[in-house]
């Protein structure tokens, strides 16, 4: 068990809708990040977080967006959903963020299996 | 973006043999780390480089920092059935010690037959 628990771990919709998925960093951890993995595009960054603050962008599209909460705990919603969003979103979090790479590695949660039909 | 080049794709072994697998980048990395993710979860940390030459071992996981910063190689020993799963090399982008987002390899499929 990493630690980071990502809820809900399936997710079945419809093409349109609108989706948000959650993920709590393991205990200590201020920086999180989310992750898509798909058959054709692999595991591809998406956007970080570090204590409330976005920190870094990855090819995250203008119909997603993220957040992080004073708790920590952060959100990943997807609108307008197309067929091509269907995949594992992962969330990751590790300690800081930056600085000494020993302190910063980042532990992945089980995922979140979005089907959009 | 970074490309990391992970060969092979996929291998097909009998228990008990050796593995090796690696990654290539095409910019120099300061950090290297290995993952294996096990269907339907998420990755898990096997071992992290964190100087060029270094080789570190993780029970029968060896892994090691290529000298020219820009590879990496991931060893199994005397695989077991339990080793099945895909394997990526990761790293962060740049040349300082900072971590952030990571770029990952596109995973090496390991079959293991008993």
């Known amino acids: 068990d990493s630690g980071v628990t990502q809820t809900p771990k399936h997710l079945i919709t419809a093409t349109g809708q609108r989706v948000t998925l959650r993920c709590s960093p393991r205990?200590?951890?201020?920086?999180v990040y989310w992750y898509q993995q798909s058959l054709d595009q692999g595991l591809q960054f998406l956007i970080q977080?570090?204590?409330?603050?976005?920190?870094a962008k990855g090819n995250i599209l203008e119909r997603f967006s993220a957040q992080q909460f004073p708790d920590l705990h952060s959100e990943l919603n997807l609108s307008s959903l197309e067929l091509g969003d269907s995949a594992l979103y992962f969330c990751?979090?590790?300690?800081?963020?930056?600085?000494?790479?020993?302190?910063?590695?980042?532990?992945f949660g089980a995922g979140t299996r979005l089907s959009v039909l | 973006g970074q490309q990391l080049n992970q060969s092979p794709q996929s291998m097909f072994i009998q228990e008990g043999e050796d593995v090796s697998m690696n990654c290539t980048s095409s910019?120099?990395?300061?950090?290297w780390l290995w993952y294996k993710q096990d269907p339907g979860e998420g990755p898990v940390l096997l071992i992290a480089?964190?100087?060029?030459?270094e080789l570190t071992s993780n029970g029968r996981l060896t892994a090691q920092f290529g000298i020219t910063r820009k590879d990496s190689f991931l060893n199994i020993s005397a695989s077991i059935p339990s080793d099945v799963g895909i394997y990526f090399c990761?790293?962060?982008?740049?040349?300082?010690?900072?971590?952030?987002?990571?770029?990952f390899g596109r995973g090496t499929q390991l079959t293991v037959w008993p």
């Open positions: 990751a979090s590790s300690l800081t963020g930056t600085g000494a790479a020993a302190k910063n590695i980042q532990y």
């Open positions: 205990s200590g951890d201020l920086s």
């Open positions: 977080y570090y204590n409330g603050e976005e920190r």
């Open positions: 910019s120099i990395f300061n950090t």
């Open positions: 480089l964190y100087k060029a030459g």
């Open positions: 990761a790293g962060p982008p740049g040349r300082g010690s900072t971590l952030g987002r990571l770029y």
